[in-house]
């Protein structure tokens, strides 16, 4: 299920702490990269090997807004709307956002290749309006950037898939 | 050669060790938290609130200083017991010198300290807490199932805030099912997270977590959707609203449309205060609903739904007598008679050592008594027993050998015991409110727990050390430690260094030390340091009572041995006749007795020794005559000649005794039609045969017992005012006949001997068609 | 495909301390970082004795650059010296306070810095053991981090026995997940043992219980960027930096409706109004001021009749407001400020952990208001609800999330109470469609 690289990935966070539960968050996020989302198993798995019960698991990805119990979009766009951003324009980037790729915030396109999420502040907030594709940062963002950026991603992916 | 280790039944959840030198103190985790603890051996600290003065000791939090002080200040999260949360901020109090209002359930007063609760600004406060809960909440409390009840409800009404300037839509989840007993209203939730630490910290069953954050925050059970925990609803009955509510309660009734009736739960022998709600005699629900008694709010299933049976429309409400080999429905008028009219013949064929009496261990004291005295002087036999659960007598016996008859452990002392050894039983199981007793002593009070057990119990988790011997090895276990058998484990050898380096340790024991084991037991536990205290653990409400009533062959009332002619005389002379001198039989050879034939007629009273005894129901074809008196058809009950309707706990009155040795007062709540009490039976089959006792009430029998039978000797108006207690056994009853006279019926926590299988709330719950002991 | 450049500005006003190698090719290497007197600082400390670091530290007017701005030293001193459990250093790189972005570079440009800063601290108050709480979103950085943290073991700057010293002292990151709340640092703590971000009852403090329950001290990148030079040139030279208790340079993100958005080092106590004009460029476009926050999202704002004032902590906060991150936002003539008092709401709502009843359902009642408010359904008493509810927040609240959310809406209800009023009137907001698009 999970790969080798990700389970010694896991071992190697493990080890760093003095209690295994701290590792919890960084391996939860690890196999989210790498399953998409934070499946039944990444919760069966991350519980064992932290030594914690499911349920304290759950608990902490229903706390942190990255993580997700359910699949999203191989490239998650996300905008940032606060306070930088907005002053700079970032609520008609959204909205520009939403119309390019045709779903609204926290859907996912019909392919499965983007997810649109409106989130908070990203710490770029001078070189705003800014947002993360997964965890890429693109800053000074305008209508025309964006769309350039999610043609030059389609164009990266296999014809067969779309 | 390898020892074979005794594999448990029991499946054991992947629960973590909690760490214990990772001491982690925030307002929500999982490990041990903020709990200051004061110190009432330290020199008190003065402060003052509201201009009066208060002397507390150091380390009391400010909220319970207040307490002290008749002041009472709202709150929601603090829970006296459980950890520290800071959350719902009802509790803010202004303090001098302090820049911004405090939460009084986190601040730990000081000398000097000086409090308003009562400011303007306090007020406010309070206010807008209050405000703020409503924005979301339902304000339907009309319908609310805690309404009548409710926290928040009360607190409106007596601090204001009921205008709301909230114009925003209600946010709004479903309600949730968790469970057929449990039942979650997220709009009704204030998040003050007490039934997540109940169940953590109480019932060390922590089946709940908080999801998502902010204010989509909810409280999500073990499994997903639903919970999977021993359903023993504290959690609802200390929800302050009515976000958590009960699968049996909601929704049937309104509070105040209810009587109340305080009285004692019926199915182990633990003997928890409760409150049966009734409603058209019918009973609705059952709390401790004024948190009295030892048990405060604690209730177990059992005792919290297991009530249920005694509505069920199998119970039997008039007696049977078996006509041309079919039982068939009949009167009191004609069934007492009946019994009479059999049992006299029996005795006058074959004598009265061709009958046999077989009692109960959840009837009440009273009842107990005048059925020892039926069968010793009425019938004339000392053919009398019953399913003896625990080995009590020879714990009595023991103690008064070693001249240390006051040392007997009350269910309170184990809460703040400093240490604690257990040896056998599954107290989790078979002695819920024990058990709960024993996490809160360690919780509370640093106490040591030593467990010594062939099985993987729950209680593990909180031990301090846990040896594990080989199935039935406990008993082998004690006399190692005793210095009477050369097999010394190192385990063992730890075990006898840790408590000896402890100070009054109280020992619990379950059925697997009886006989000469017990006075093993109690006399190297004498040898431990300090005030060494012991308990022994029986099933069901009143194993105690049945044994302290003398219910058996060759023990009196009060642990007189029936071969003591002072014993017996003080006893006959009571009663206003002879004890039959003749030694009787106990329950085996009753039993063998019915095999054999020369047990003509028995009499059982709310007994199902088929079952118990895995007795072959045919030998029962054997006997002539046998009458049960029960509140269900049984096994046993299917072979009778008469059946007689019992009444339940909860149509009678009486006393009952717990595992420790504490009477408590069991309360008539409502009226079975049909039934009559086993006092009642007894009352009338006496006068038919000829003694008309002058009792009329289950208090004159009480008032008998506390003259004549040794050790209970108690205060009755402590008892009548809803105490507990303690009784003070002392005698020297024979030695135990055979070792198989004493044996648990290790019911789990959702089973109680037969009455369970008429529960629908005890079957209705997952976690009971799981093996048998499931733990979580 | 994305440059991974924090957005720098560039200014003659500024003084570079920590920013001072920032420019240089391949700044964040230990080969750099070494010919650029690196490490020079820790060396020093480890030769003296760990109270002498800290004496060192809290002479130096160094204050916290996380918010709250404590004397650093005066943190450290109250780590107890004898502890059963372990001691431990973490640094706060959750960077999340909306127009902050000031951690990133330092991170990015100069990771060395702040591994240096990091050990001297284990070292004054003796822990051998440090994290750094990376925010979840700043991907990248971890992957930088860890590769200087690499060098650094291999260089013997962590690990057993520093530099001959006998000195042990480990460190590495971990990665956060998107929780603003987690930069408060009780909620930080618990985030690091596995839990929900959730924050500690205070007393008792991290310094006396807080890792794993052992003494803790949490500080921010850029304050434990700060402690290597403090170390090398001196306290005096240090504190001499700034303006009195307030020593040394801070980072300033410049950002919003401003010419040259960038962080910027500059002296503590530089005025406001010549950050904004000089250093800034001026308003973008040539617009008029309306406003500025100080010190990130949370701070109450200035209006354009309030910005002379010197940015360090007492100064700001006698003006009524906070230096609190050192993110300067910058609004001018024609943005709505109830559209923002919305904005900054929402983020709070969205943030808060929800575990104390006044923040969770305070933040929550004000965003929806603001949005209804804002979206043309406004109510006459709206504005004196939204203060009120705004006011039963502040003070009331278990961690400071609350006040954060309170204190910016306080500021705006009162300074700017007939936006509010002329939105009531129209029945719409008037300054809608007037955002200015990024430029550059
Ligand atoms: C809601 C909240 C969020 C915070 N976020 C951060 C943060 O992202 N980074 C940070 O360094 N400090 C943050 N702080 C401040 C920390 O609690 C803490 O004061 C700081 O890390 C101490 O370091 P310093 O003394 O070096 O400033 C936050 C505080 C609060 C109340
Ligand atoms: S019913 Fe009892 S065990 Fe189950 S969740 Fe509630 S408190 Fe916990
Ligand atoms: S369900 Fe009840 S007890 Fe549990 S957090 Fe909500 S209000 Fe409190
Ligand atoms: S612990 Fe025993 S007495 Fe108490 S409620 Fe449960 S079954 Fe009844
Ligand atoms: S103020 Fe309360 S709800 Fe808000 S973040 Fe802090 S603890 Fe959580
Ligand atoms: S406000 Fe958008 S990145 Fe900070
Ligand atoms: S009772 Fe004090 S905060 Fe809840």
């Not at chain 2, 029962?620 to 009444?647: R, W, Y």
Request: aromatic letters at 8%; hydrophobic letters at 35%.
């Amino acid at each position: 299920m999970l790969s080798d690289s990700l389970l010694k990935k896991f071992d190697q966070l493990i080890a760093r702490y003095p209690l295994k539960r701290s590792a919890m968050v960084p391996l939860l996020l690890y196999a989210q990269d790498e399953v998409g989302h934070v499946s039944e198993e990444v919760i069966a798995e991350v519980a064992r090997r932290v030594e914690v019960r499911p349920i304290e698991v759950v608990e902490v990805i229903g706390y942190y807004s990255m993580l997700h119990r359910h699949p999203v979009g191989k490239y998650n766009v996300q905008v940032c709307t606060n306070i930088s951003c907005m002053l700079r324009g970032a609520d008609e980037v959204f909205e520009h956002c939403c119309k390019k790729l045709g779903i609204k915030n926290k859907q996912t396109t019909p392919d499965g290749l983007f997810s649109l999420e409106e989130v908070e502040c990203l710490g770029a907030c001078c070189g705003a309006p800014a947002m993360q594709i997964n965890y890429d940062f693109y800053e000074n963002l305008t209508p025309e950037k964006f769309d350039a950026l999610i043609e030059e991603l389609k164009k990266k992916e296999p014809r067969s898939k779309m | 050669m390898k020892e074979q280790t005794h594999k448990s039944p029991f499946v054991i959840l992947d629960m973590p060790p909690k760490q214990e030198n990772l001491h982690v103190p925030g307002p929500y985790t999982r490990s041990p938290s903020l709990s200051p603890r004061a110190n009432p051996a330290a020199e008190p600290v003065t402060l003052t609130i509201n201009g009066k003065e208060v002397k507390v000791p150091p380390g009391t939090l400010v909220i319970e200083a207040a307490k002290q002080a008749g002041i009472e200040i709202p709150s929601y999260c603090y829970y006296p017991g459980l950890t520290l949360q800071g959350a719902c901020r009802m509790c803010l109090v202004a303090i001098e010198k302090m820049p911004k209002l405090q939460t009084a359930c986190t601040t730990v007063v000081a000398s000097g300290m000086v409090v308003h609760t009562e400011t303007e600004e306090v007020k406010n406060a309070r206010k807008a807490m209050l405000e703020f809960l409503l924005t979301n909440h339902p304000l339907d409390c009309p319908v609310c199932d805690k309404g009548g009840e409710c926290e928040l409800q009360d607190a409106v009404f007596r601090y204001g805030a009921a205008e709301t300037r909230f114009m925003e839509s209600k946010l709004h989840h479903e309600e949730k099912q968790f469970s057929n007993l449990v039942y979650y209203d997220w709009p009704r939730c204030i998040l003050c997270y007490r039934c997540v630490r109940v169940c953590d910290e109480g019932l060390d069953v922590n089946a709940y977590g908080i999801g998502f954050r902010g204010a989509h925050s909810e409280i999500i059970p073990n499994q997903g959707e639903k919970l999977e925990c021993e359903e023993c609803g504290m959690c609802i009955d200390i929800c302050p609203v009515g976000a958590l509510t009960s699968g049996t309660y909601r929704y049937k009734t309104r509070p105040w449309e209810l009587t109340y009736t305080g009285t004692i739960c019926n199915h182990c022998g633990d003997g928890c205060k409760t409150t049966l709600a009734i409603r058209n005699n019918v009973i609705i629900r059952a709390n401790n609903r004024d948190h009295s008694g030892s048990n405060g709010e604690f209730l177990c299933v059992k005792g919290r739904f297991g009530w249920d049976f005694v509505n069920h429309d199998q119970r039997l409400t008039a007696p049977l007598i078996r006509k041309n080999g079919r039982q068939e429905t009949s009167t009191w008028e004609e069934a007492l008679p009946m019994v009479v009219e059999r049992l006299t013949a029996v005795i006058k064929e074959h004598g009265p050592s061709s009958v046999a009496v077989i009692g109960s261990n959840r009837t009440t004291n009273e009842e107990n008594y005048l059925l020892g005295r039926f069968a010793r002087t009425v019938l004339g036999t000392n053919n009398l027993d019953h399913h003896r659960t625990a080995d009590f007598s020879s714990l009595v016996g023991a103690l008064t050998a070693a001249d240390a008859d006051g040392r007997y452990a009350t269910i309170e002392d184990i809460a703040v015991a400093s240490s604690i050894l257990v040896v056998g039983n599954d107290p989790t199981h078979q002695h819920p409110f024990i058990a709960y007793q024993i996490r809160q002593a360690v919780r509370s009070h640093d106490a040591h727990l030593y467990l010594l057990n062939s099985q993987e119990i729950k209680l593990q988790r909180q031990a301090k050390q846990v040896v594990t011997v080989a199935a039935g090895g406990e008993a082998e276990s004690i006399r190692a430690l005793a210095g009477k058998s050369s097999t010394v484990s190192d385990d063992l050898g730890t075990l006898q260094e840790n408590l000896r380096k402890e100070s009054g340790t109280i020992i619990i024991f379950g059925d697997e030390i009886r006989g000469s084991d017990v006075t093993t037991l109690v006399q190297w536990g004498l040898t431990l340091p300090g005030q060494t205290r012991f308990v022994a653990l029986g099933d069901y409400a009143n194993s105690r009572g049945a044994a302290d009533m003398g219910l058996l062959p060759d023990v009196l009332p009060g642990y007189g041995s029936l071969a003591d002619s002072t014993a017996c005389a003080q006893i006959e002379s009571a009663w206003g006749a002879k004890i039959p001198a003749v030694s009787g039989r106990n329950i085996r050879s009753i039993l063998q007795g019915v095999e054999s034939g020369e047990i003509k007629a028995l009499l059982v009273f709310g007994s199902n020794p088929v079952k118990t005894f895995s007795l072959p129901k045919e030998h029962l074809g054997k006997l002539a005559f046998l009458m049960v008196a029960e509140l269900f058809p049984t096994e046993t009950s299917e072979a009778a000649d008469v059946v007689l309707p019992a009444t339940s706990f909860a149509e009678k009155s009486g006393t009952v005794t717990n595992t420790c040795g504490q009477v408590q007062v069991l309360k008539k709540t409502m009226r079975k039609a049909g039934t009559r009490s086993d006092l009642e039976i007894l009352l009338a089959l006496a006068r038919l045969m000829g003694h008309p006792w002058s009792y009329r009430t289950a208090d004159d029998v009480l008032r008998e017992i506390i003259a004549h039978v040794p050790g209970y000797a108690i205060a009755l108006p402590n008892l009548l005012v809803g105490r507990a207690v303690q009784t003070q056994p002392a005698g020297t009853p024979p030695a135990l006949a055979s070792t198989d006279l004493v044996f648990s019926s290790k019911d789990s926590l959702f089973t109680s001997g037969t009455v369970s299988r008429y529960s629908w709330a005890l079957n209705s719950v997952d976690e009971a068609k799981k093996p048998h002991g499931h733990i979580f | 495909m994305p440059g991974y450049h924090s957005p720098m500005g560039n200014s003659p006003l500024e003084v570079k301390v920590i920013s001072k190698r920032f420019g240089l090719p391949n700044s964040s290497s230990l080969d750099v970082f070494v010919q650029h007197d690196g490490y020079q600082a820790l060396k020093k400390a480890l030769a003296v004795k760990p109270e002498d670091v800290i004496n060192e530290v809290k002479n130096s007017g160094l204050r916290g650059r996380g918010g709250a701005g404590f004397n650093t030293g005066m943190k450290w001193s109250f780590v107890p010296k004898q502890s059963a459990k372990p001691k431990y250093v973490v640094c706060n790189a959750d960077e999340s306070e909306p127009g902050t972005c000031k951690d990133r570079p330092l991170m990015e440009y100069d990771p060395h810095q702040l591994i240096e800063g990091i050990v001297i601290a284990g070292y004054a108050i003796q822990s051998h053991q440090g994290f750094i709480y990376v925010r979840g979103e700043y991907r990248y950085l971890l992957d930088i981090v860890d590769k200087a943290l690499a060098e650094a073991y291999a260089a013997g700057f962590l690990g057993k026995n520093i530099q001959g010293s006998g000195f042990d002292f480990d460190l590495c990151t971990h990665t956060g997940a998107g929780a603003y709340e987690c930069g408060e640092e009780t909620a930080l703590l618990n985030s690091l043992e596995g839990l929900r971000g959730y924050p500690r009852i205070k007393p008792p403090f991290p310094a006396v219980v807080g890792l794993y329950g052992g003494p803790t001290v949490v500080n921010n990148v850029e304050t434990l960027s700060n402690v290597p030079h403090i170390l090398l040139n001196g306290a005096d030279w240090y504190s001499k930096l700034g303006s009195p208790k307030n020593g040394g340079t801070r980072l300033f993100c410049l950002s919003g409706h401003i010419a040259r958005p960038g962080v910027y080092e500059l002296p503590m106590g530089f005025p406001l109004r010549r950050i904004i004009e000089e250093v800034g460029g001026g308003v973008l476009g040539g617009k008029k001021l309306k406003a500025v926050i100080p010190g990130g999202s949370s701070c109450p704002v200035l209006t354009a009749d309030e910005i002379d004032v010197n940015m360090d902590y007492d100064s700001v906060a006698k003006a009524g407001s906070m230096l609190g991150s050192g993110g300067v936002v910058v609004l001018d003539e024609d943005t709505c400020m109830v559209k923002l008092a919305g904005r900054i709401m929402r983020f709070y709502a969205h943030e808060s952990c929800g575990w104390c009843i006044p923040c969770r359902e305070g933040t929550s009642w004000l965003k929806h208001l603001f949005d209804r408010f804002h979206g043309g359904a406004a109510l006459a008493n709206d504005p004196d609800t939204a203060l009120d509810v705004s006011m039963n927040i502040l003070g009331k609240t278990l961690c400071p999330l609350g006040d954060a959310a309170a204190m910016p809406t306080i500021s705006i209800l009162k300074k700017f109470r007939h936006e509010f009023e002329e939105h009531i009137k129209l029945g719409y907001c008037p300054y809608e469609k007037t955002v200015v698009m990024s430029e550059k």
